[in-house]
């Protein structure tokens, strides 16, 4: 076999090639030829984008995975706006064995007096906020716990009489008396703004507590909400350092040179800049996913820039200077780059389709920040190798006894190469039984998702809703909204009834508890007092501070909340409970057909749309296999490189697929966005060894031998770019966030297994399609003529 060069031709030869990026490749000698105007601009656009960098807020929302324009989603924001009760709720979970005992007691009594202090706060709910039986002559019913506590028998009685509470038991206290549930409410004028108040929150709890046997846990949208803001705060900072410094060492580890090593790194960390900075510009919020960009902008722009950068430092190596080794590079290298970027982009557009605003917002700023990589990769490379490369007559002396390592992946390359191509017809048959058989096993995927995915599980709220799931029926409220006809008013005995009706239905669904309503008041009144009247009713309604009234009955008393408790389980488990619940409401509705009775909250949106969602976007990576592959086909004029691109792109997605089924998980939302982002990101190594192969491929010679050239040049910058990738995604294992450490494992899976791909599957396949196009006369792979 003729040696390679570094110019990327077979010796003697020159052959025009096709333009696969259409020229736009050429972007990158505007940093050549004008140096000087492209430094002080970069300069520019970097101060700049650092003040936008600073505009970046975080969006905290739990239900912004499911924001649409949907009618079920509009819905459920006008009962949170309505009722907005659960959104403003800390729940403070205190729990000991001797809970009930006089002296824990009292400390937990004393806690909920203080808590009412925190500034910030409106109101709370107790056990303590219960009372006794009305009493004939009295307008008001004493408090159920007097002050002080009695002691001996009378306490026990006492103890008795609350566990027996139809108001605390099975809602603010636990059967077995070892748990007990505080809501507080914070006031809604500061939202956006709670930090202060829950640290004083936490503060009062521990302190209150201290040197009790009880221990206290904060949960509720907002604790959610801030410990889901801190973590992608925490995240953001993580993902830059740690990024940062391994781009920066795998680069001087390769080079062995500062400047190479700032050529390669330097781009890339100035495209993380650019890019944030843009979305902080236009108002972009940083989420679960938008959270990965940076990573992401990582390896995306790292992998092309350490493809030029090596091309160019082997045409330096050749003699070349430094700004023909630059041009050369960009010319060469580039138009893979320019594919890769596209590539990326298309899976990015891919998700532009979903109903999910949060997702698609992912896919908005994904595609922005692949068109400012490409732009930052293809400029700045030649910019900073003309300004910073030096002692270039030195460079192939110096480099001889540090290119060992490249070497030794060389003669890997060649080794591996070899062994493909010798039965390419055998090889590429086992990779489509493979890929068919993996396929097979993601088809037995099923959809997956839980609130808990959302929200750090090293922190308190998701420890502490997984009590209440266990003690108190769930921490997750399922709303039944009753909306009133014109003519009717709340205490008309029509709408009683209907309230009444829906209580009873909640109640009876298996899976739900803990349900609550105006109902409940009227049976305490009817069970307590022997008074079930309405003008009874309608007082105590006025006795009850309004914080509270407005968790059931809207300012305008045109609409009531019957609200009950559901553990945090999979949609597909929750699914069935809403379904059912929703059945049986027909009931009601069909008697009272002026009413308007509609089951709604974030547990019954997630529920009914998860399952729906992740479909679409499973169907769309689908889709996404066949676009890519033409797209691939299109750019290098040839049916055979679309063919043969397909099996190495389908082969990581399908295997990481069969890494969750063979784990126990089910298809989530990260999962599917992962491997949608990696499918692109994963034919980078493709599309570089196809630009290669074009350049290597003779038509007059064996198929094999361009193959192995091509894998011998390319095969070292593919296999160090691939664990750039890898490693890059792996950042993310470290989140607090369930989801994102999905994110992060799965994605450096996926690369892992595209390289794989591309060595194993890619080499043979395209040795075979090759070798079967040529005796039909259709034989080039993107080659026009040869001079």
């Excluded at 910030?120 to 009493?135: K, L």
């Excluded at 029926?473 to 005995?493: H, I």
Aim: hydrophobic letters at 50%.
């Amino acid at each position: 076999m003729n040696a390679p060069t570094p110019t990327g031709r077979p010796p003697a030869q020159h052959r025009r090639r096709v333009a696969i990026a259409f020229g736009a490749e050429r972007i990158g000698l505007l940093g050549l030829r004008f140096p000087a105007v492209a430094a002080v601009l970069l300069v520019l656009l970097a101060v700049g984008a650092a003040f936008g960098v600073t505009r970046l807020q975080v969006d905290d929302s739990l239900s912004q995975l499911f924001r649409s324009d949907t009618p079920e989603f509009h819905q459920f924001e006008d009962v949170t706006r309505r009722f907005p009760s659960n959104e403003f709720d800390v729940l403070v979970v205190v729990t000991g064995q001797d809970l009930l005992a006089r002296e824990p007691l009292g400390h937990l009594r004393n806690l909920v007096t203080d808590l009412q202090l925190v500034d910030g706060t409106t109101g709370i709910i107790s056990m303590f906020s219960a009372r006794q039986a009305p009493e004939p002559g009295h307008s008001v019913p004493p408090a159920l716990f007097p002050e002080p506590l009695p002691d001996g028998a009378g306490y026990d009685a006492l103890i008795a009489k609350v566990k027996a509470n139809d108001i605390i038991r099975g809602k603010l206290l636990s059967d077995d008396g070892d748990l007990a549930l505080v809501v507080l409410s914070l006031d809604p004028k500061n939202e956006g703004h709670y930090a202060g108040t829950i640290a004083e929150i936490r503060k009062t709890v521990h302190d209150d507590l201290a040197g009790t046997d009880l221990q206290g846990e904060l949960s509720g949208v907002p604790v959610m909400q801030l410990e889901i803001r801190d973590a992608v705060e925490r995240d953001r900072v993580l993902y830059n350092a740690v990024g940062f410094a391994a781009g920066c060492l795998i680069a001087i580890l390769f080079f062995r040179r500062v400047s190479f090593m700032v050529v390669a790194a330097g781009p890339p960390l100035i495209a993380i800049l650019l890019a944030l900075g843009t979305l902080g510009w236009l108002d972009f919020r940083l989420n679960m996913f938008l959270n990965v960009m940076t990573p992401l902008i990582m390896v995306i722009s790292f992998s092309d820039s350490m493809q030029l950068t090596f091309a160019a430092r082997d045409r330096l190596m050749a003699g070349e200077s430094k700004a023909q080794a630059f041009r050369n590079a960009v010319l060469v290298v580039g138009p893979a780059c320019v594919l890769t970027h596209a590539t990326a982009a298309l899976s990015f557009t891919a998700l532009l389709f979903t109903k999910s605003d949060l997702i698609r917002t992912f896919g908005e700023a994904g595609l922005i920040s692949t068109v400012i990589a490409l732009l930052a990769v293809l400029i700045l490379v030649p910019l900073l190798g003309l300004l910073l490369v030096r002692n270039v007559d030195r460079l192939t002396v110096t480099s001889r006894g540090s290119d060992a390592g490249v070497q030794a992946l060389r003669r890997f390359c060649a080794f591996v190469a070899a062994r493909m191509v010798s039965h390419p017809g055998l090889y590429s048959a086992i990779a489509v039984v493979v890929v068919a058989g993996l396929g097979l096993a993601y088809a037995h995927l099923q959809p997956s998702y839980r609130l808990a995915e959302q929200v750090p599980d090293k922190e308190q709220a998701v420890q502490a809703s997984g009590k209440l799931d266990k003690e108190l029926t769930g921490a997750n409220p399922v709303d039944v909204l009753v909306e009133l006809p014109p003519g009717q008013t709340l205490y008309t005995p029509e709408t009683l009834a209907v309230i009444a009706a829906v209580h009873a239905t909640v109640e009876k669904q298996a899976g739900l508890g803990n349900v609550w309503s105006l109902e409940t008041l009227r049976r305490w009144l009817a069970q307590k007092a022997g008074d079930d009247s309405v003008a009874t009713l309608q007082r105590y309604v006025g006795y009850l501070p309004k914080y509270l009234v407005h968790r059931f009955v809207d300012e305008k008393e045109d609409a009531v909340l019957v609200s009950g408790r559901i553990p945090d389980r999979d949609a597909s488990q929750l699914l069935p409970v809403v379904d059912d619940l929703d059945h049986s409401l027909d009931a009601v509705r069909a008697q009272h057909p002026g009413y308007t009775v509609a089951v709604t909250g974030l547990a019954v949106i997630a529920a009914r749309n998860s399952a729906s969602m992740i479909d679409k976007l499973n169907r769309g990576l689908t889709l996404e296999f066949l676009l890519v592959a033409v797209f691939i086909g299109l750019a290098f004029r040839s049916v055979v490189v679309a063919v043969a691109a397909v099996l190495p792109g389908i082969f990581p997605v399908v295997a990481s697929g069969s890494l969750l089924l063979l784990l126990g998980q089910g298809l989530q939302f990260v999962s599917v966005v992962a491997l949608t982002v990696s499918f692109g990101l994963g034919l980078s190594a493709t599309i570089h060894f196809l630009n290669r192969l074009r350049q290597e491929d003779d038509p007059a010679q064996d198929p094999a031998v361009g193959v192995e050239r091509a894998t011998v040049l390319m095969g070292p910058a593919l296999i160090l770019t691939s664990v750039v990738l890898a490693c890059g995604l792996a950042v993310t294992v470290f989140s607090d966030l369930p989801s994102l450490r999905l994110f992060g494992w799965l994605s450096s899976f996926a690369m892992l297994a595209a390289l794989v791909a591309d060595f194993l599957i890619l080499r043979p396949t395209m040795t075979f399609l090759v070798t079967l196009a040529r005796r039909f006369g259709r034989g080039r792979i993107g080659t026009v003529a040869t001079d």
